[in-house]
């Protein structure tokens, strides 16, 4: 059974960087056909898709959030990051890993990030 | 703003059938996928392509797409199916996937 899990600081600075990796476990990470992405809910809001990268390391955008992310894999691990910068209080959500496949059918249980002083 | 389109709120009564929609150009030529989430928890894939079910989903839950709208139908809405529901393609570009605002879903 594919496993998904996020970590990473639960507070970071507004200005600063995001940075948060998801381990995947049951399953390798460069598996053909599969895109591995970020997905956020801010408190009490919708979902919001941030982007994924392709197992041959093409990565796509959600255009609203392009110019301040970058997802990438490091295959060694079985991981994918994700880095958001210049973060507001706007960014504070739950972040959540997943794999794509078309349709999204593995999720991590997501992890909570506040951007506050 | 969303490229996808949902109503905010539905509600069915229990044992009723339900229809919950997403509007979008995109889905004139990509397939939604819908996803159901409880508070707390991560969603859950509930349909995905033409009117496919992951394992494990009940077969009350059913899709289907005409034009440039998608639908999530429940059969026989049961107490548990009260929660979000969010439809997710891509967007118009091809180049990136949206979610749909959400439906809320009380069941009566």
């Known amino acids: 059974q594919l496993q998904l899990q996020e970590s990473g600081p639960g507070l970071v600075k507004p200005s600063e960087t995001l940075s948060l990796t998801c381990t995947v476990s049951?399953?390798?990470?460069?598996?053909?056909?599969?895109?591995w992405g970020w997905i956020r809910q801010p408190p009490g809001k919708g979902l919001e898709w941030i982007g994924s990268?392709?197992?041959?390391?093409?990565?796509y955008y959600n255009p609203s959030l392009k110019s301040r992310v970058t997802i990438s894999v490091d295959t060694s691990k079985n991981q994918f990051s994700l880095k958001l910068s210049s973060v507001t209080a706007a960014d504070t959500a739950v972040y959540y890993c997943?794999?794509?496949?078309?349709?999204?059918?593995?999720w991590g249980q997501g992890t909570l990030v506040t951007v506050s002083s | 703003s969303s490229e996808l389109t949902q109503d905010p709120a539905v509600s069915v009564a229990l044992g009723q059938t339900v229809r919950i929609t997403c509007q979008g150009d995109s889905l004139r030529s990509y397939y939604a996928s819908w996803y159901q989430q409880k508070p707390g928890q991560a969603p859950v894939l509930v349909i995905y392509g033409k009117n496919n079910r992951p394992s494990g989903i009940p077969d009350r839950f059913s899709g289907s797409s005409s034009g440039n709208t998608a639908s999530l139908t429940i059969t026989g809405a049961q107490a548990e199916d009260e929660a979000d529901y969010y439809c997710?393609?891509?967007?118009?570009?091809?180049?990136?996937?949206?979610f749909g605002g959400g439906t809320k879903l009380t069941v009566l």
């Open positions: 997710n393609s891509r967007d118009s570009s091809g180049n990136s996937w949206v």
């Open positions: 997943a794999r794509q496949v078309g349709a999204i059918d593995y």
């Open positions: 990268i392709y197992y041959s390391g093409s990565t």
């Open positions: 049951g399953g390798s990470i460069s598996s053909s056909s599969y895109y």
